[in-house]
C-alpha cells in the first residue's frame, strides 16, 4: 500500500469538487458584497447627478432673471397648449402643467421632463421632475423656484430665493 501512495500524482476527482465547493462558498459573500456596493454607487451618483442638474437648473435661472429683470419674469400656471402662448405659437403641441418666461426663454415641465425653449429650439434639460413651482409675491421683491425631483425613490425638493436688487 505504502508503494501505491508514493506512485500517486495529482489530486483525485473528489478533492478537487470539495477544493471548489470550499472556495465558492468563501467567495460568493465577497461576490455579493461588491455586486451590492456597486449598485448603492449607481444609484447614488443617479441621486446626485439629478440633484446637480437641478441646482445648475436653478443658477441658469437665476442669472436670466438678473439680466432680464423680475418684470420681464413670468410665471404661466396654465395646462394650455404652448403653440396657444405667444412667443412659442412654432412648437409641436404639448400640455404643460407649469411655464416660466424670462425674456424670450421658456422653462416648462411635462412628462417629468424640464425643457427650455429659446429661438425656436427645444432643449429637454433633465428628467425625473415632479415638481417645477415659481411663486412671486405680491411685493415684487423676491422670486422663489422650487423644484422636486425623484430619483431611485427619493424625493428631494431644492428650493432656490432671488431677490430684486
Same mark, same amino acid.
Do not use: C
Given at each position: 500500500?505504502?508503494?501505491? &501512495?508514493?506512485?500517486?500524482? %495529482?489530486?483525485? *476527482?473528489?478533492?478537487?469538487?470539495?477544493? *471548489?465547493?470550499?472556495?465558492?462558498?468563501?467567495?460568493?459573500?465577497?461576490?455579493?458584497? &461588491?455586486?451590492? %456596493?456597486?449598485? !448603492?454607487?449607481? #444609484?447614488?451618483?443617479?441621486?446626485?447627478?439629478?440633484?446637480?442638474?437641478? $441646482?445648475?437648473?436653478?443658477?441658469?435661472?437665476?442669472?436670466?432673471? #438678473?439680466?432680464? =429683470?423680475?418684470?420681464?419674469?413670468?410665471?404661466?400656471?396654465?395646462?394650455?397648449?404652448?403653440? $396657444? /402662448?405667444?412667443? !412659442?405659437?412654432?412648437?409641436?403641441?404639448?400640455?404643460?402643467?407649469?411655464? !416660466?418666461?424670462?425674456?424670450?426663454?421658456?422653462?416648462?415641465?411635462?412628462? #417629468?421632463?424640464?425643457?427650455?425653449?429659446?429661438?425656436?429650439?427645444?432643449?429637454?434639460?433633465?428628467?425625473?421632475?415632479?415638481?417645477?413651482?415659481?411663486?412671486?409675491?405680491?411685493? %415684487? $421683491?423676491?422670486?422663489? *423656484?422650487?423644484?422636486?425631483?425623484?430619483?431611485? =425613490?427619493?424625493?428631494?425638493? /431644492?428650493?432656490?430665493?432671488?431677490?430684486?436688487?
Amino acid at each position: 500500500m505504502k508503494h501505491k &501512495l508514493k506512485n500517486r500524482k %495529482g489530486f483525485s *476527482l473528489l478533492e478537487t469538487m470539495l477544493a *471548489l465547493a470550499i472556495l465558492s462558498v468563501v467567495t460568493l459573500p465577497a461576490y455579493m458584497a &461588491l455586486i451590492s %456596493g456597486y449598485k !448603492l454607487f449607481d #444609484r447614488e451618483t443617479k441621486y446626485q447627478s439629478a440633484i446637480s442638474d437641478v $441646482q445648475i437648473f436653478n443658477e441658469e435661472v437665476n442669472t436670466r432673471v #438678473r439680466v432680464a =429683470g423680475f418684470k420681464d419674469t413670468e410665471h404661466i400656471n396654465t395646462t394650455a397648449r404652448l403653440d $396657444q /402662448i405667444e412667443g !412659442l405659437r412654432n412648437t409641436a403641441p404639448r400640455n404643460p402643467t407649469n411655464i !416660466l418666461r424670462i425674456s424670450d426663454t421658456f422653462y416648462y415641465l411635462n412628462d #417629468r421632463a424640464l425643457y427650455r425653449y429659446k429661438d425656436s429650439t427645444e432643449y429637454k434639460m433633465f428628467e425625473n421632475v415632479l415638481s417645477f413651482v415659481i411663486e412671486k409675491p405680491e411685493d %415684487g $421683491q423676491m422670486l422663489t *423656484l422650487k423644484v422636486t425631483v425623484e430619483v431611485n =425613490g427619493r424625493q428631494e425638493t /431644492i428650493k432656490t430665493s432671488f431677490r430684486q436688487y
